[in-house]
């Protein structure tokens, strides 16, 4: 049996990036908000009825607040979200998130969206495979 760590987490090392064959996994950066409203504006009717923020990210400048309190949280490690990139075009095509972040356990749930334009190609497949080797990858506490 695995014993929980006493370790804050904040003192973890997550990789700054998760790449696979064609999908990207980042943390949020100041100035995504753009092409993040952007591919909500594109599937906004496909995620209206699974997620409940489709409404509140209409502009550039919504998503940017989104974007930057995103990055806030990855930082402190109060949540894992970052943005889902095309490997290859550096296209934004959705976002994928950890919650219920508990690291000392580890237990979690995952939740993803994915742009209609991408729908079906895989990329959610990949990108949820990426996030479930982050727990492994991990480093050991800095501290």
């Known amino acids: 049996m ?60 919504e998503c940017e607040t989104y974007v930057r309190q995103a990055l806030a949280r990855w930082l402190t490690q109060e949540d894992v979200t970052v943005g889902m990139w095309d490997c290859s075009t550096d296209r934004y095509v959705g976002g994928i998130w950890l919650y219920y972040t508990d690291w000392h356990v580890p237990a979690m749930g995952i939740g993803y969206w994915v742009r209609v334009s991408v729908k079906g190609q895989g990329y959610g497949t990949e990108a949820v495979t990426l996030l479930c080797k982050l727990l492994s990858l991990r480093s050991q506490p800095n501290g």
């Open 2 to 61: 695995t014993q929980a760590s006493d370790t804050p987490p904040t003192l973890y090392e997550l990789p700054h990036e998760l790449r696979g064959v064609r999908v990207c996994l980042r943390p949020y950066a100041v100035g995504d908000g753009v092409a993040v409203q952007e591919a909500i504006e594109e599937s906004r009717d496909n995620l209206r009825p699974w997620m409940a923020w489709t409404d509140s990210r209409r502009t550039v400048q």
